[in-house]
């Protein structure tokens, strides 16, 4: 759903962290987390299961992972306009 988003919070060596953000950027899509070998996974995906976008990371740099669900009112784009006729 447009406006998911997940924050992923990276060791960045000396002290440092670095935030990345993928989000779902268009009414229909969402974000998808997934793990194993040592890898962290986070794709952008259409309705139809296309992956738009995805973003990879060391399991053992990632500090925090935080998922933002969107709103449960969908927005202005979202919503489908219903034509009747009289």
Known sequence: MKGDRVEIVIDAGSGTTKTY???????????????????????????????????????NRVLALVEHPAADTPTADEITPVLRSA
């Open 21 to 59: 953000e993928v989000g779902a950027t268009r009414a229909g899509r969402r974000v998808d987390v997934a793990h194993g070998r040592g890898v962290v996974e986070v794709s952008e995906v259409t309705r139809g299961g296309s992956t738009v976008r995805t973003a990879r990371f060391l399991a």
